[in-house]
């Protein structure tokens, strides 16, 4: 008499996932979700993972060495529905023979596309004129709309040259602007495509008119942007970021704002997030979003299923497609 074997257990920190990664995961595993808030604290996830096979979490779920220290025994892999793994400490991890994995490559194009989106929005003013037009300002012959700053033919500094990096040179060479990059080493001149190579971020940072940032979060670029490198930027320059938001220092942001070495910002990650600085909400030339640079169903859909490939693999003994190593 055959049996039909169990299904895995998956936990799913922050359902819902898209309809076509959902009826994967109600296929192959047996998922399991945090009812509660409570249950999203890595206490309360440590309990909800006992007998689970694996994790599926997000840059939500802060991870540390106790949290991995503790897991249970059942759990063989951790994965990721993000790029970016610094709320994983995939050292602690390893340690506990737990793989982590996570989803490059699939949301390129929808966070490149954000990045000129915050380049636009922050350079036109487009927060202030949403507030202009929904306060009935426009028609009266005494007010002024909000100008902006024109992208064409200005330099845009690219800080980390890599897949997301290359996309928004691409989207802003259709706007006419320049690109000027810094790396840890050039990229071939069929991939620079022209693209000016600084050795030296501070260089990079001299001639940058636009700045948008697309370095991953390590101890090297924390606080990149800081009062020193901020005064290196021509003054009135604008900033993007869709990568982390610890690659700036909040206070040295606000004060160049504030003596308009920084004209504008367009922001989509923060230090801290989603406990931001309540500063941040009271600037009329910052553009922000909440960190949904890769919030499209195509997108989403392509990272679920990455996740889920990784999950797989491990359970079933295979190398994943994107494992993360310590």
Not at 175 to 200: K, N, S, W
Not at 273 to 288: Q, W
Not at 295 to 304: D, F, K, L, R, V
Request: proline share 7%.
């Amino acid at each position: 008499m055959s049996t039909t074997p169990t299904k895995p257990v998956l936990v799913i920190t922050r359902p819902p996932l898209p309809p076509k990664v959902d009826e994967r995961v109600n296929h192959e595993f047996r998922p399991r979700t945090a009812g509660t808030p409570e249950a999203l604290t890595p206490h309360g996830l440590l309990a909800l993972a006992d007998g689970a096979s694996a994790l599926l979490v997000t840059g939500a779920d802060r991870l540390d060495a106790d949290f991995f220290d503790h897991i249970p025994q059942s759990v063989k892999i951790v994965a990721t529905r993000t790029v970016g793994y610094d709320h994983l400490d995939v050292r602690a991890a390893a340690r506990n023979h737990i793989a982590v994995s996570n989803t490059p490559g699939v949301l390129t194009d929808a966070v490149a596309d954000a990045a000129i989106l915050l380049l636009l929005g922050a350079s036109r003013r487009a927060y202030q004129a949403q507030q202009f037009l929904r306060a009935g300002q426009w028609g009266h012959a005494s007010t002024v709309g909000p100008i902006g700053w024109q992208v064409t033919g200005k330099v845009l500094g690219i800080y980390g040259m890599g897949r997301i990096g290359q996309a928004t040179a691409r989207r802003a060479r259709a706007f006419g602007m320049r690109i000027h990059y810094t790396d840890a080493a050039p990229l071939p001149d069929h991939v620079a495509e022209g693209a000016i190579f600084h050795e030296d971020p501070h260089e990079l940072l001299s001639v940058s008119e636009f700045l948008s940032l697309h370095a991953p979060a390590t101890p090297a670029t924390h606080h990149f942007l800081n009062a020193d490198t901020l005064a290196l930027l021509p003054r009135g320059a604008i900033i993007v970021n869709t990568a982390r938001g610890d690659l700036i220092c909040d206070d040295d942001l606000f004060a160049a704002l504030a003596a308009g070495t920084v004209a504008a910002v367009g922001l989509d990650v923060f230090e801290h997030e989603p406990d931001i600085d309540p500063r941040y909400f009271a600037l009329e030339n910052a553009f922000l979003m909440p960190h949904l640079a890769a919030a499209t169903i195509e997108t989403q859909s392509a990272i679920g299923m990455l996740a889920l490939d990784n999950i797989d693999a491990v359970l079933n003994g295979h190398h994943p497609p994107s494992l993360v190593t310590a």
